[in-house]
Structure formats: structure tokens, C-alpha cells
């Protein structure tokens, strides 16, 4: 089993609408979550960090469940400029540094 | 700030032969670190650096050497390349903690071996 488990999609949602992505991990653990955006041949960069009360960034809710853990991220009113690839990513704290493990991502495409 | 740079962006290589990845960060972060990129495999951790003078191998360092002389530079070196070497190569730093600490990626080198 992978330690962080996406579907892959892709997911095709016209402008405006809402899509949600799901992510799963198997390190009881892990203490950080994230969501990274990786455009088509460019680098990843943060999205927004995972807490587990929840939190929001405009358009873009994420949800984390520890207890079955699960990590979502909600974007709201999709825009053309949305189409990426989302990663989830997982922090496990290892002594003095931490360990990222990235998920394979989940590509999106919003059309007219 | 130029943040992470990554050079070259491309390379071409011929099974057997030996080259350098090179990165650099002006941010005075602690943390770098070298990842893989594969199709469906997601990105991968070949070596990380906690400072100047410490290394550590992550989840695929076989066939990569590097060093931290300098807390701004950490090169990557490929021994004796290999097709299955042929990936997308991301440099990233941060700083060092326990924290919800942001992971700045490099532009990506795209090593094709032949």
C-alpha cells in the first residue's frame, strides 16, 4: 500500500463548478498535512497547509480527519485557471528533520 | 530573491557517463533536498541535508552522490548514468523544524539518458 493514496482523476468540471479531492495516508504518525499545486512541466509549489480544525483560503477548503485519516481539499466556483495537478503531501517528523511524502497527485481540468 | 535555482534545465546523457545537478538557494535555508520525478510514481527523495557538512540518503539514493559545502549550494552527482536515471529532478530547501514548514522547489532539471 502507498503511504499517500490519491486518484490520480483526471477530473473535467466546467467553470464553476465544485470539485473535491480526497487523499489518504498510512502513517498514524504523520503531523503535518499540505496541499501543493503543480502546473503542466513546472514545479510544485504550496497551496495551503491542512490543519485539523479545518481551514480556508477563499475559494479553497481543507479538511483533515485523523482518526481515519483522510485529508480532502474542496475548490469552490472552479476556475479555467485552476487546471494543475493538486499533490497531497505528508509530514513525518524524524528526529531533527522531517520527511515529505507526496502523493501522485490528482490532475484537474476546468473547460468552458 | 532568486529562491531555488536549478541548473541546466535540460540534459542529455549517454548510459556511463557522469554529470552534476546543480542547486543553490539564497534564502539561508537549512533544509535542501534532491527528489525524483516519475510518471505515476510521484516525487521522490534521493538525498537531504539538514547543513553545511550533513547528509543523508532518503528513499532512492543509489547511483547519486552529493555534498553540502556551503549552506546555499547542494549538487547532485550522477556516478555512472543509467536510462532507468531518466527522470525530472526537483532541488528544494526550507527551513529547518517540526513545523508547518513551506518545501521551496527548484525549477526542475529533465535528465533524459540514452
Known amino acids: 500500500r502507498k503511504e499517500v493514496e490519491q486518484d490520480p482523476g483526471p477530473f473535467n468540471v466546467p467553470e464553476g463548478a465544485t470539485v473535491a479531492f480526497n487523499c489518504t495516508y498510512s502513517?498514524?504518525?504523520?503531523?503535518?498535512f499540505f496541499w501543493y499545486r503543480q502546473d503542466c512541466r513546472k514545479e510544485p509549489k504550496l497551496l495551503m497547509s491542512?490543519?485539523?480544525s479545518g481551514n480556508e483560503d477563499g475559494r479553497f477548503t481543507a479538511q483533515l480527519n485523523r482518526a481515519s485519516q483522510y485529508i480532502s481539499l474542496l475548490i469552490r466556483d472552479s476556475k479555467l485557471s485552476d487546471s494543475a495537478t493538486y499533490l497531497c503531501?505528508?509530514?513525518?517528523?524524524?528526529?531533527?528533520?522531517?520527511?515529505?511524502?507526496f502523493g501522485t497527485g490528482t490532475r484537474l481540468q476546468v473547460t468552458l | 530573491n532568486a529562491g531555488v535555482t536549478q541548473t541546466p534545465k535540460f540534459q542529455v546523457l549517454k548510459t556511463g557517463q557522469s554529470m552534476t545537478l546543480q542547486c543553490a538557494q539564497d534564502?539561508?535555508?537549512?533544509?535542501m533536498s534532491w527528489y525524483r520525478q516519475d510518471p505515476g510514481m510521484g516525487l521522490r527523495l534521493i538525498h537531504y541535508?539538514?547543513?553545511?557538512?550533513?547528509?543523508d540518503q532518503g528513499e532512492v539514493p543509489n547511483g547519486y552522490n552529493v555534498s553540502r559545502s556551503t549552506t546555499e549550494d547542494f549538487p547532485l552527482r550522477l556516478l555512472s548514468a543509467a536510462p532507468s536515471q531518466t527522470s525530472v529532478y526537483f532541488c528544494?530547501?526550507?527551513?529547518?523544524?517540526?513545523?508547518?514548514?513551506?518545501?521551496?522547489f527548484g525549477p526542475g532539471t529533465r535528465l533524459t539518458v540514452l
Open positions: 503531501v505528508v509530514n513525518t517528523h524524524t528526529g531533527t528533520a522531517s520527511k515529505l511524502t
Open positions: 528544494a530547501s526550507s527551513p529547518l523544524g517540526r513545523g508547518q514548514n513551506e518545501q521551496f
Open positions: 534564502m539561508n535555508h537549512e533544509y
Open positions: 491542512v490543519y485539523s
Open positions: 502513517n498514524s504518525a504523520s503531523q503535518s
Open positions: 541535508s539538514v547543513g553545511a557538512g550533513i547528509t
